[in-house]
């Protein structure tokens, strides 16, 4: 079964901090190849953090304040979001790499970052 349960958004002011979870299906995890993406009103959704056997990769966007990490006996990714801005409000989800719209994809959890 293919299932990943997001959680941990909530409302901070700028320069805040939060760390979402994601707990990942056996089927998933075992991909070794997962990311955090997010969703933005009126905007595509967009790949802000991945990791795979060779490390985690970001974009530019984020990088530097934001550190994916996992655990694998729990099947658990986190991603701890520091020095939060306003344009990183979205809703945040964690799926496979190179997910696309037909794949499952979860509830998500929303992010507001707002003074």
């Known amino acids: 079964q293919v299932r990943v349960v997001e959680s941990g958004g909530g409302s901070v002011q700028p320069g805040g901090s939060l760390r979402l979870s994601c707990v990942i299906s056996r089927t998933l995890f075992s991909l070794n190849a997962m990311g955090w993406y997010r969703q933005a009103p009126g905007k595509e959704r967009e790949l802000v953090a991945a990791?795979?056997?060779?490390?985690?990769n970001y974009a530019d966007s984020v990088k530097g304040r934001f550190t994916l990490s996992r655990d694998s006996a729990a099947r658990t990714m986190y991603l701890q979001m520091n020095d939060l801005k306003p344009e990183d409000t979205a809703v945040y989800y964690c799926n496979k790499l190179r997910a696309t719209r037909r794949d499952y994809w979860g509830q998500g959890t929303q992010v507001t970052v707002s003074a």
């Open positions: 990791i795979t056997s060779d490390g985690g």
